[in-house]
């Protein structure tokens, strides 16, 4: 037997052509541009998620705050006369309470017995508190109060003679996120109408982020907004 024909037959071996190379290097192009365009996608709704968490925080602190102090207004356990609503407008309500308990005429000048609720205009918009101006909520962009006074009806401005008679205030707070997010746009409007316990439509205020004068800050359109409106009850309003 020929000793050649029993040696086993060498196979002819090849790597990747080089089209089947450029077929690889597509897919695994197209792989990773996919899973990189669901991290952004993933990315960015983590973004928004944060924000909108933010705002939510930041208004349910400042309501929180306010559903606590608002029904001390017009305390005045001693019946000394001394303890009332000092101001009420559309952005501003300020009030007394006798949290001393000694009926004595209180210093409106200290912050112990006075309390203030404002938009401050000469910062960045923000809520502040007491006479002090402690700041209790950031990046508030609008506030509403809205009285409601005891023959049932609502007002913006209640006349200087009327502020004992307020025995409720509907807040309506407009918040945004801290920064801009240039890939969104608040296209939205917010109003601070509602509907009464009588149901009753009160007609409210529209604010529109496209205006210019409500929001003079730069990129106002690309900000994240959240609104949260609630009927506080002044406990201690018409008692006397």
């Avoid at 897919?27 to 952004?40: C, G, T």
């Avoid at 025995?167 to 296209?187: C, E, H, M, W």
């Amino acid at each position: 037997m020929n000793k050649m024909s029993r040696q086993p037959a060498i196979r002819k071996q090849s790597g990747f052509t080089l089209v089947e190379l450029m077929v690889t290097l597509v897919v695994a192009f197209l792989v990773i541009a996919a899973v990189y365009a669901s991290f952004k996608v993933q990315q960015q709704n983590e973004k928004a998620q944060q924000q909108v968490t933010q705002i939510q925080q930041n208004l349910r602190a400042a309501m929180d705050m306010m559903s606590r102090e608002f029904p001390m207004a017009g305390y005045d356990p001693l019946q000394s006369g001394e303890y009332e609503i000092i101001a009420a407008d559309q952005n501003t309500f300020s009030f007394a309470a006798d949290i001393n308990e000694d009926g004595e005429e209180p210093d409106l000048s200290l912050c112990d017995e006075r309390y203030d609720f404002e938009l401050d205009p000469l910062t960045d918009p923000t809520i502040v508190v007491d006479c002090g101006g402690d700041p209790i909520a950031e990046n508030i962009d609008q506030i509403e109060f809205r009285y409601l006074l005891d023959d049932g009806t609502y007002t913006l401005a209640p006349a200087a003679g009327d502020l004992g008679k307020i025995v409720a205030v509907r807040v309506s707070i407009l918040a945004r996120a801290g920064q801009p997010d240039f890939k969104y746009t608040d296209n939205n409007t917010y109003s601070t109408g509602f509907t009464d316990m009588d149901g009753t439509v009160i007609a409210g205020t529209t604010w529109d982020p496209a205006d210019d004068v409500l929001f003079s800050y730069d990129n106002k359109m690309n900000y994240r907004r959240r609104m949260l409106a609630k009927t506080i009850y002044l406990r201690n309003m018409g008692l006397f």
